[in-house]
């Protein structure tokens, strides 16, 4: 005869059963990463690299789908679509903020509709100047563009790219009056300032290790908030001072599961990205990138993106940039 006891016993195992299940069934086939940049890039590898030490945690293949497109619309409305089972990842980053703030509209909302895992790796930007450039710093580029307004200008990739909003930021934060002139991809950028037609660029600093490596573009400043070990002599632009004391802007990327993902998968899944990220290997092989390993809880990553949404969102309305 059962008891009170055997009841309440058996009515918590009934209860607790199926989370135990689903967290033992988890991962119980491949995992796919939706990368919304083209195979071969920074993100891409990033992507790769995580992705193989989770397939061998998980005991799962990991395979990364590339699916880029503007603003990574294609890869984010593919998530939104995907099962809610943890097996779908999307990479994202500042510049899903960006589109978050950039576009009148969306097949997917991105607070409602992903769920945050981790953080994968942060990456400077920088402000760089031809090796030959009157511009010894920062300060004094700074002063020139104070004293003589509209006169400055500053090259960036496309408009509304994370380079190009951090650009229309330096340029209010510093209080300075200067032409943001946007491009199509960082090469022409580089062209322009080495040849002359621009006074100064900010970009990821990735792509330009290796002109300011062969001494042909000259670092003033890195616009996060410390120096970086890529270029530990340049310093942070909070570093001149003034206005600037404070200035903070880095780029980013992590993963993202759909929002409906169980908490506990949720919370696999970021103890395994995070133990990932503190492997020496994984470590250097970022670092080669140019990036920096960084994880981070769910929480803290979901607070980076809604921080960047409601900033860059800011950068848009008082540069006056067309909602897209």
């Given at each position: 005869m059962w008891t009170k006891r055997d009841l309440l016993a058996a009515s918590a195992a009934a209860i607790l059963w199926p989370l135990r299940v689903r967290a033992q069934a988890f991962p119980s086939k491949p995992l796919k990463i939706l990368v919304p940049?083209?195979?071969?890039?920074?993100?891409?590898?990033t992507a790769r690299t995580v992705g193989q030490k989770l397939a061998d945690a998980l005991g799962q293949p990991v395979v990364i789908d590339n699916r880029p497109s503007a603003g990574g619309i294609v890869a984010g409305e593919a998530l939104s679509r995907s099962p809610a089972d943890g097996h779908t990842l999307l990479l994202v980053s500042s510049g899903t903020a960006v589109s978050a703030a950039l576009f009148k509209s969306l097949p997917f909302d991105t607070a409602k509709d992903f769920a945050p895992v981790s953080m994968l790796a942060s990456f400077d930007l920088g402000i760089v100047v031809a090796q030959d450039s009157r511009f010894k710093t920062l300060g004094e580029l700074v002063a020139y563009a104070k004293a003589n307004p509209g006169k400055l200008n500053i090259g960036t990739p496309q408009i509304g790219t994370t380079q190009n909003l951090a650009a229309e930021l330096f340029k209010s934060t510093a209080g300075i009056d200067a032409q943001i002139v946007p491009f199509n991809g960082t090469p022409p950028v580089i062209t322009a300032v080495r040849g002359g037609q621009l006074d100064a660029m900010l970009d990821i600093l990735g792509p330009l290790m290796s002109q300011i490596n062969a001494k042909a573009l000259r670092p003033l400043a890195v616009l996060g908030a410390k120096r970086t070990a890529l270029l530990p002599?340049?310093?942070?632009?909070?570093?001149?001072?003034?206005?600037?004391?404070?200035?903070?802007?880095?780029?980013?990327?992590?993963?993202?599961?759909?929002?409906?993902?169980?908490?506990?998968?949720?919370?696999?899944?970021?103890?395994?990205?995070?133990?990932?990220?503190?492997?020496?290997d994984v470590k250097q092989k970022l670092l080669d990138l140019s990036l920096i390993a960084q994880g981070s809880t769910p929480a803290q990553l979901a607070s980076q993106l809604d921080r960047e949404v409601k900033r860059w969102g800011e950068v848009i309305a008082r540069a006056n940039i067309p909602k897209q």
């Open positions: 940049n083209a195979a071969g890039g920074a993100a891409d590898l002599d340049t310093p942070a632009a909070r570093e001149t001072g003034g206005s600037l004391a404070h200035f903070d802007v880095a780029s980013w990327n992590g993963l993202a599961v759909p929002a409906a993902t169980p908490k506990d998968v949720v919370a696999r899944l970021s103890k395994e990205v995070n133990a990932a990220l503190a492997l020496p």
